[in-house]
C-alpha cells in the first residue's frame, strides 16, 4: 500500500507508482512530495546537510511482524518536486517519468540497497525496474555518466 502526502500542486501518477511498490513489496509505504524548502528541512535534520536534494529515504529500522496479515511499514520516501520538474526538463522526459525514477532510488534504499557502498547490485536492480517500466535512465546512471 502506497500512501502519498503531495503538498504540492503537480499530478502524481499513482498507478505507476503503486505498480512499481507491488513489484518489490508488500509492505506499507509513505511518499511525501514537497518543495525544495522542505526537503531541505528535512535533509538538515536527519543528515546534517543544511542543502536541498532530490530524494531521501527513511526505513523503518524494525522488522516486527505484527500478524499474518497486518506487518510493520516499510518506510517513508520523501522527494523534491523542485528536482523532479529540473532533472525532467533537464533530461527531456516527463515530470512523471522523473518522480517514478526517484521513487524507485528511495524504494530501492528503504530495502536496503546502497550504491555507495555496494558492488553494483542497486544499479543492476534499478535498471531492471526501470527496463520493466519502460523508463529514462536511471539516478545511479546519470551520476556516474557526469
Known amino acids: 500500500m502506497l500512501n502519498i502526502e503531495n ?5 502524481v501518477p499513482i498507478e505507476l507508482l503503486e505498480n512499481i511498490a507491488q513489484s518489490l513489496t508488500s509492505r506499507e509505504i509513505d511518499l511525501t512530495i514537497c518543495n525544495n524548502e522542505t526537503i531541505q528541512e528535512y535533509n538538515k535534520e ?4 543544511d ?3 532530490d530524494v531521501l529515504s527513511f526505513p523503518i529500522e524494525n522488522d516486527i511482524i505484527i500478524s499474518d496479515e497486518n506487518v510493520m511499514p516499510l518506510g517513508s520516501i520523501v522527494i523534491s518536486i523542485d528536482f523532479v520538474v529540473s532533472k525532467a526538463e533537464e533530461f527531456k522526459h516527463t515530470n512523471s517519468d522523473e518522480l517514478a ?3 524507485i532510488h528511495g524504494l530501492l ?3 536496503g540497497y ?5 558492488s553494483g547490485e542497486m544499479r543492476e536492480k534499478e535498471a531492471l525496474i526501470i527496463q520493466r517500466f519502460n523508463l529514462p535512465k536511471s539516478l545511479i546512471v546519470r551520476t556516474e555518466e557526469n
Open 7 to 11: 503538498f504540492t500542486d503537480t499530478s
Open 114 to 118: 546502497d550504491h555507495e557502498i555496494d
Open 51 to 53: 542543502q536541498p536534494t
Open 46 to 49: 536527519y543528515r546534517q546537510k
Open 109 to 111: 534504499h528503504i530495502l
Open 101 to 103: 525514477l526517484l521513487f
